[in-house]
């Protein structure tokens, strides 16, 4: 029986899962967060309601503790599960790292020098790892990463037509992210449809607050739409995704916008809360039914670049066996899958519009007519499994 711990840091929290392998079967989860503040917060979750605890956590360490009491006051046992390995999901592998890796104090430099490329994640998750490894000092860490999937791009699909020595001096290529999910997804769609994923030409969107959508050839990423960062490609919950860079340039010249100004409004004001004043599909659908444009216009404008990027990796690809959504608007919006693929029917792509409506919620669903060429499903996502497999496989290599 194996168990796996995966871990989600960031600066001032963590996020964490205890899954039995056979079965891949959560046991716990929880959320330590507010460290470093007066007040602390923590969530341990078994079975039933969860547990909650308010408590100063000053530091990482601190809140592994407060973790492994958790564990000790409410279960389950961390002696009768006692994980074998410690996953740790990490934003940023740069051009480094292509798979999960075991860490160890080389790689936790190699972590903390990609920091610059990641500013907001590489370092909480290297917080959470140095808890971690002293919490848990006797099992293998293995570092998996949002970029690693991606890392099977091909020049043309990762390069950026800028200028060659700038590129090269300060590493700016496509990384892409989402990866893990990615992976997953295209892994799951497979075996659903009973067939080899060596075989199959899948496109996956990945549409949650943060949206991608990835072309995998064979089990490979060959191009996904986030880049340098996760700004770019889709139109997102608050992120701009694609716009003329030239946009930021007039702002900052014309309008005085400061560096961080700048940063704030494409990340944080802009995609659906800037269009619309809010993220939440549910609210915006709601909205765009009752007759109002602003909420119709947001939607018209997130589908739009969908079609885009549908029309785009089925170019790429050379036409698609299966093309999956994922994540909160993918598993739960019926009329973002409809509008994303609409169009598309010369290229063999045909939902069918009650499977759509009806298709359930946590399974795997078809909603492709039976007459399409183009396999289309609804297939949810489960990150932590995905960092769970991959850490397991890591640690028994
Ligand atoms: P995620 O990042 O995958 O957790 O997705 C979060 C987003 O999914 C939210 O901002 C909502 O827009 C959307 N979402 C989640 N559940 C639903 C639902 N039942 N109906 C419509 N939208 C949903």
Redesign the pocket.
Same mark, same amino acid.
């Given at each position: 029986m194996s168990v796996v711990l995966v871990v989600n840091s960031g600066s001032s929290s963590f996020k964490y899962q205890l899954i039995e392998m056979d079965g891949e079967r959560v046991l716990a989860s929880g959320l330590v967060e507010r460290i470093g503040e007066a007040a602390g917060h923590a969530e341990h979750k078994t079975a039933g309601e969860p547990f909650e605890i308010e408590r100063p956590i000053p530091n990482h360490t601190a809140g592994f503790r407060l973790m492994l009491d958790a564990f000790a006051n409410h279960g389950p046992s961390l002696t009768e599960h006692a994980p074998v390995a410690v996953g740790h999901r990490v934003v940023h592998g740069g051009a480094r790292f292509f798979e999960a890796t075991l860490i160890d104090d080389l790689v936790e430099i190699n972590i903390d020098d990609l920091s610059f490329l990641a500013p907001l994640h590489n370092p909480g998750a290297l917080q959470g790892i140095r808890a971690a490894r002293r919490a848990f000092d006797a099992v293998p860490h293995v570092a998996v990463f949002d970029t690693a999937f991606h890392q099977t791009m091909p020049p043309e699909a990762y390069t950026y037509a800028l200028e060659r020595e700038t590129a090269e001096k300060h590493r700016i290529r496509r990384y892409g992210f989402h990866g893990t999910s990615h992976k997953f997804v295209s892994e799951a769609a497979a075996a659903y449809l009973g067939r080899p994923n060596s075989e199959l030409k899948q496109v996956v969107f990945?549409?949650?607050?943060?949206a991608s959508v990835t072309a995998v050839d064979g089990g490979r990423s060959v191009d996904t739409s986030m880049g340098f960062t996760p700004l770019e490609g889709l139109v997102m919950?608050t992120r701009t995704g694609d716009i003329d860079p030239a946009v930021l340039i007039h702002l900052q010249r014309r309008a005085g916008l400061t560096t961080n100004e700048l940063d704030d409004l494409v990340n944080k004001r802009s995609g659906?809360v800037g269009l619309a004043g809010a993220?939440?599909?549910?609210?915006? &659908?709601a909205r765009a039914q009752a007759g109002e444009a602003e909420a119709q216009l947001a939607i018209d404008v997130y589908t739009h670049r969908l079609r885009a990027y549908a029309g785009a990796y089925l170019a790429q690809l050379g036409g698609a066996d299966v093309i999956s959504f994922?994540?909160?608007?993918?598993?739960?919006?019926a009329h973002i899958r409809a509008a994303a693929l609409r169009g598309l029917e010369f290229a063999g792509v045909e939902i069918d519009a009650e499977r759509n409506e009806n298709a359930k919620?946590g399974e795997i669903t078809r909603i492709s007519s039976d007459a399409s060429r183009v396999a289309v499903l609804v297939v949810p &996502?489960d990150e932590e499994v995905e960092i769970a497999r991959q850490t397991l496989a890591a640690a028994q290599e």
């Open positions: 990945h549409l949650g607050n943060g919950g659906l993220n939440d599909m549910r609210d915006l &659908t994922t994540a909160g608007v993918g598993e739960n919006v919620r &996502t």
